[in-house]
Nanobody, 124 residues
Framework: QLKLVESGGGLVQAGGSLRLSCTAS????????VGWFRQAPGKEREGVAC????????VYVDSVKGRFTISRDNAEKTVYLQMNSLKPEDTAVYYC?????????????????WGQGTQVTVSS
């Protein structure tokens, strides 16, 4: 089972950018679909972006389309989330997650390995 560690969160002004990283250990990342999720205080965890392992196809939640980009470097066992044009409503704890082989989905219940999360705060 993969162990995932996120990094790259922080405090940024609206309109700024951050790049989150999720580094895996314990197995080969290329066999896993990956997803980024976020959870704001008092809200349910929501899928932000995901990437399938077989064809590299991606899905984004509507609120981040055109602003966020998910990517992966299998050799480095790292998944990235580039976040541009950040808005205060993007403030949340961001988590990466993986599921073995299966296509990526935006449902948190489908993922079996999770990182500890990294806080992203966007000030207005």
């Amino acid at each position: 089972q993969l162990k995932l560690v996120e990094s790259g969160g922080g405090l940024v002004q609206a309109g700024g950018s951050l790049r989150l990283s999720c580094t895996a250990s314990g197995a080969t990342l290329e066999e896993y679909a990956v997803g980024w999720f976020r959870q704001a205080p008092g809200k349910e965890r929501e899928g932000v972006a995901c990437m399938s392992t077989r064809d590299g196809s991606t899905v984004y939640v509507d609120s981040v389309k055109g602003r966020f980009t998910i990517s992966r470097d299998n050799a480095e066992k790292t998944v990235y989330l580039q976040m541009n044009s950040l808005k205060p409503e993007d403030t949340a704890v961001y988590y990466c997650a993986t599921r073995y082989v299966s296509p990526a989905t935006m449902s948190a219940a489908d993922y079996t390995s999770w990182g500890q999360g990294t806080q992203v705060t966007v000030s207005s």
